[in-house]
């Protein structure tokens, strides 16, 4: 920037020129930006607010829930099948995030326990209007997480795994990524 003349003149010498010239410098810089603190809240995105807002117009509506289910046939290792979800529940948080509201605003909860694997049996003939009031029992999005997970004994021999998972916690994309990753083995 410019010096006016009369600041080099006024100096008698030139470590006092240097002094005032540092002096200018330092009352005309600008304030030292400091970051702005970071609100680490969780947030919901966009369409996790429409979600939400469209669950809470009509809790017991299913028009959100995305069901699909896989059928097992041969020897299933329960407990296998049971850490496997939870290594699939633990890698996804949002198969496991409540959503709750505090002070006039929804917050994501993220919970510890990975989802439980209900356990059910029935006959084939009865397979298809069990998986139908599995897929269509409401969800309460502020007390459990929007994902459940259900393995159905038709027989020995025979089972079924399924899942609900509310639109809350899952869009397009992700839903092929939980699909291959849960399924992908079987369908092979």
Not at 61 to 66: E, F, I, K, N
Not at 116 to 136: K, P, Q
């Amino acid at each position: 920037s410019l010096v006016p003349l009369d600041v080099v003149f006024r100096a008698e010498t030139s470590r006092e020129l240097a002094r005032d010239l540092e002096e200018r410098a330092l009352a005309s810089r600008p304030p030292r930006i400091v970051p702005a603190p970071v609100d680490t809240r969780p947030r919901l995105g966009a369409s996790q607010r429409r979600m939400w807002w469209l669950h809470a117009l009509d809790p017991a509506s299913s028009a959100y829930h995305v069901a699909f289910a896989l059928d097992l046939e041969g020897a299933l290792d329960e407990a296998a099948m049971t850490r496997a979800l939870d290594v699939v529940s633990r890698r996804h948080e949002s198969l496991r995030t409540r959503f709750v509201e505090a002070q006039g605003n929804v917050v994501p909860v993220v919970d510890d326990t990975p989802i439980a694997l209900e356990r059910a049996s029935c006959h084939r003939e009865a397979l298809e209007d069990w998986l139908e009031r599995f897929a269509n029992r409401p969800f309460d999005l502020a007390a459990d997480p929007p994902t459940r997970a259900a393995l159905v004994r038709v027989s020995d021999a025979v089972a079924c795994l399924a899942f609900c998972i509310h639109h809350v916690a899952i869009d397009g994309a992700a839903i092929d990524v939980l699909h291959d990753e849960l399924f992908g083995a079987y369908e092979a």
